[in-house]
């Protein structure tokens, strides 16, 4: 069974910064993506960045230049450093990894996610 355990939420003013973790454990074979997501209250779960084994990396337009997304691979952790923080970033954000945890089986795996909110 795979568990992902986030931490690092919590609330910032505006222009600030917030680091996320989240480690995944349990049987995994191979983590082959690991990324953030975002939900804001009456918005559907976005993207907010993606990184793959090999690491490469993507992210939404809004947060270019803002946040990185960055990954251990012996550790099988994915950050996302969070800087110049603005209340729209404000929302659950979730882990999630695309991994391998039975023989011939990949599937996405989530987080249950960790509030960041950007206020003053």
């Known amino acids: 069974q795979v568990q992902l355990v986030e931490s690092g939420g919590g609330l910032v003013q505006p222009g600030g910064s917030l680091r996320l973790s989240c480690a995944a454990s349990g049987t995994i074979f191979s983590i082959y993506a690991m990324g953030w997501y975002r939900q804001a209250p009456g918005k559907q779960r976005e993207l907010v960045a993606r990184?793959?084994?090999?690491?490469?990396?993507n992210y939404t337009d809004s947060v270019k230049g803002r946040f990185t997304i960055s990954r251990d691979n012996a550790k099988n952790t994915v950050y996302l450093q969070m800087n110049s923080l603005k209340p729209e970033d404000t929302a659950v954000y979730y882990c999630?990894?695309?991994?391998?945890?039975?023989?011939?089986?990949?599937?996405?795996?989530w987080g249950r996610g960790t509030q960041v909110t950007v206020s003053s």
């Open positions: 990184i793959t084994s090999g690491g490469s990396t």
């Open positions: 999630d990894i695309y991994a391998s945890a039975r023989v011939g089986w990949r599937q996405d795996y």
